[in-house]
């Protein structure tokens, strides 16, 4: 989904906010055209967790796989479901955590045992 500044800011003011998938990056997990609802700027992160970020004024769904806490600032990794991996992703650049789906176990074991 592509927004501009003024709109991420005004999303950032919310406390959760929905929105729907345009591509096909997270399925089968999140099908295109699903609503997701997100809590924004949660701060409960571990592994696996689905999450939103802004890169290029586009915001990206993809799931979360390593917080580096050990530099300045601390740097997000994440992947989509095939395993694709992004740039890291700076704190500041993080919008929340999807409430409305999850990583199955069963799809974690997967991700795992295909590193």
Not at 83 to 106: A, M, N, Q, T
Request: some cysteine; proline content about 3%; hydrophobic content about 40%.
């Amino acid at each position: 989904m592509q927004i501009n500044k003024e709109t991420k800011e005004k999303i950032l003011a919310q406390p959760f906010f929905k929105g729907r998938i345009v591509s096909g990056s997270m399925v089968p997990v999140i099908n295109i055209g699903e609503e997701i609802t997100v809590e924004v700027k949660s701060r409960k992160l571990k592994r696996f967790d689905i999450i939103v970020f802004w890169r290029d004024e586009i915001l990206i769904c993809h799931y979360l796989w390593n917080i580096n806490r050990f530099i300045e600032p601390i740097l997000l990794q994440t992947r989509n479901i095939r395993g694709g991996k992004d740039y890291p992703i700076k704190e500041e650049d993080y919008i929340g955590k999807v409430l409305s789906h999850k990583l199955s176990f069963f799809r974690k074991l997967k991700i795992i045992l295909t590193q």
